[in-house]
């Protein structure tokens, strides 16, 4: 949708009529930055998960580990990856209401959908990596305890920024919402 569309949208929602200088404004750079951070994160993302599981079956000896954590790793990762096209797809369609209002607050609620499903198979998918790969670690028990603490830290980290990202973008977008107030 263009300009003139989100123009005309915004005059027929029964508001008062903004100049082009303000739309562009409301709708310029800073939102168009929010949602190609989002999609090209889920890119990379969607990139990297899809490389890791080409290369898990033969690269990381899946065969010989069980079957039902071979299947779980897969299915996990699948479902990560279909997640993150969904994300993408969500990212090129922000515009879905009767008002530009609407529209947008719509959009939000789709996001932080999103947002929080996308933490929750993040988590999912690191433990099930954490899972799968800790028995390949033949070391002492204090060693494995060692890693497992270590793996522990990075998830709560990785959670903790994931969290603060999608925050910020919720933020970001909910400004402009409410500017539009």
């Known amino acids: 949708m263009e300009l003139e569309d989100f123009k005309s949208a ?3 929602s029964g508001q008062v009529n903004k100049d082009i200088k303000e739309l562009r404004n409301l709708f310029g750079q800073s939102q168009r930055n929010v949602l190609d951070r989002i999609k090209g994160q ?10 890791f599981l080409l290369l898990f079956y033969d690269g990381f000896d899946a ?9 779980s790793m897969v299915v996990g990762i ?23 209002q609407d529209s947008l607050q719509n959009y ?10 996308s933490v929750a198979l993040r988590i999912l998918v690191i433990l099930l990596v954490f899972v799968f790969f800790m028995p390949s670690v033949k070391e ?3 060693k494995r305890m060692m ?18 990202m999608w925050k910020s973008r919720i933020h970001t977008l909910r400004q402009r919402l409410n500017e539009l107030s």
């Open 10 to 12: 915004y005059q027929k």
């Open 42 to 51: 889920l890119l990379i993302e969607t990139i990297l998960w899809t490389a």
């Open 63 to 71: 065969a010989k580990k069980p079957i039902i954590w071979t299947l």
């Open 78 to 100: 699948l479902l990560l990856i279909s997640h993150n096209i969904f994300g993408i797809r969500l990212g090129n369609r922000p515009v879905h209401g009767d008002s530009l």
């Open 108 to 117: 939000l609620r789709k996001i932080r959908r999103f947002a929080k499903v």
């Open 140 to 142: 002492v028990e204090e």
């Open 147 to 164: 890693i497992l603490l270590g793996m522990s830290g990075l998830l709560i980290i990785q959670v903790f920024f994931l969290n603060r």
